[in-house]
Structure formats: C-alpha cells, structure tokens
C-alpha cells in the first residue's frame, strides 16, 4: 500500500519562508508531486520530482529524497495570497494512480 | 480555452435518488479521473479511465458509477448505494496515464 504523511497546519507570515514536510511509504515509487488547493477550489499542479534534488519554480522549490522517503515543499516570499492547503501525492510504479496525502493547511498572516 | 469543466457546481440529492456529475475536457487528454474529497481530507480516487470505452475502479468505487463513451467526457453517477455522498468531487485529467493531472472546477454534493 500506500501512505503520506503531512504536518496539518502551518503558520508563517508575509515575506517569510517555509517548508512542508511529506514522507511517504510506497511499494513502488515513480515520482512526488505538490498540488495547491484554496478553500472551496480545485487543487492545481505545482511541481513534480522524479529523481532526487531540488527543482525550483519562482517563489516555489520542491525537493525530493528517495533513499530518505521524503520530500518538501519550499515556499519563500511569502504572500498572503499562498494560505491554502498543500497535497503531496506519491505515484506507484506500475499504475498510474495518484495517492494523496492529506493536506498541509498554511496560514498566512500580515 | 482549453480546459475541464464539471456540472453542475452545486447538486443536491433526495434519499435513493440517483444523480449524476458531468466532466468535460477540451484538452485532447486520454486519461480522465474522479475523485472524492470530504472535510479537512485528501482525495481518495473513485473511478479512472486510461482511453475512451475502458475504466477502472479506484478506491472508493462503490456506490457509484462511470462512462467513457467519448474521449472528452467522464460523466460520474453516484447511485442510492452510496450511503454517504455528500462530498466534494473532482474530476481531473491528463494525456497520459502517467502525466501531471489537471482538475476541473468541482461539483459539492449535499443530500437533502
């Protein structure tokens, strides 16, 4: 099977940086992805790692362990606009179903 | 625009009553997904389909029900079995089975 596991909430304030911590057990393993979800909204893409290290998309980075289980995203210059909720999902080899994980709440204050 | 579209936005059920979500996707995408979400969870997948006229159950698949007779529509019927539906659902997309999915917009079920 699979699981992930994700701090509940997180607080920070603008202009700051934090990290979202997701580990993950898997009996296969083909790649770790972060969704952003604001209230009542749909979850979008943000990043995906395959292989190990940090891949950077402007103010967001997510960095991937395999040897470790573990990943992270890293979200700087905080803006008020970034509270929502952050998914990890781990994806299995052999079928392409995602799992999630069950969501990083992230305030946001001034 | 390309993108997916799901309807209606809000939908309410009366008990044993079958209702169904529509999915739409302009995106020219091969895999469609359902996926179920409550309260402060994640999403838990019901139903996938890899190409037009095949479909899979995810984890969560009974009470509810698929179609894949177009590739740009994944329409999803949750039945009467389905004690619990009210739920968040969310459709999603991707051109492979094994590509970065794309959401729509979403439909909230609540039971009257």
């Known amino acids: 099977g699979q699981s992930l596991e994700q701090p509940s909430e997180v607080t920070a304030v603008e202009g700051a940086i934090v990290q979202i911590n997701c580990t993950y057990q898997t009996s296969g393993f083909y790649g770790l992805s972060w969704y952003q979800q604001h209230d009542g909204g749909a979850p979008t893409f943000l990043s995906y790692?395959?292989?190990?290290g940090l891949e950077e998309t402007g103010r967001f980075s997510s960095f991937l362990s395999r040897s470790d289980s573990y990943g992270y995203l890293l979200l700087q210059e905080l803006q008020m606009k970034d509270s929502a909720s952050y998914f990890c999902?781990?994806?299995?080899?052999?079928?392409?179903?995602?799992?999630f994980g069950t969501g990083t709440r992230l305030l946001v204050s001034p | 625009d390309g993108g997916i579209t799901q309807s209606p936005k809000y939908l309410f059920r009366k008990e044993g009553q079958n209702v169904t979500l529509s999915c739409e996707q302009n995106?020219?995408?091969?895999?469609m997904y359902w996926y179920r979400q409550d309260p402060g969870q994640g999403l838990r997948l019901i139903y996938y389909s890899q190409i037009v006229n095949d479909f899979q159950k995810g984890d969560i698949a009974e009470g509810y029900s698929v179609s894949r007779e177009k590739k740009e529509s994944f329409p999803l019927t949750v039945t009467s079995a389905q004690k619990n539906p009210t739920a968040f659902y969310l459709c999603a997309s991707s051109p492979g089975p094994q590509e970065t999915q794309y959401f729509g917009p979403g439909t909230r079920l609540l039971v009257l």
């Open positions: 999902a781990v994806r299995g080899t052999g079928f392409q179903k995602l799992v």
């Open positions: 790692n395959a292989l190990d």
């Open positions: 995106l020219n995408h091969d895999a």
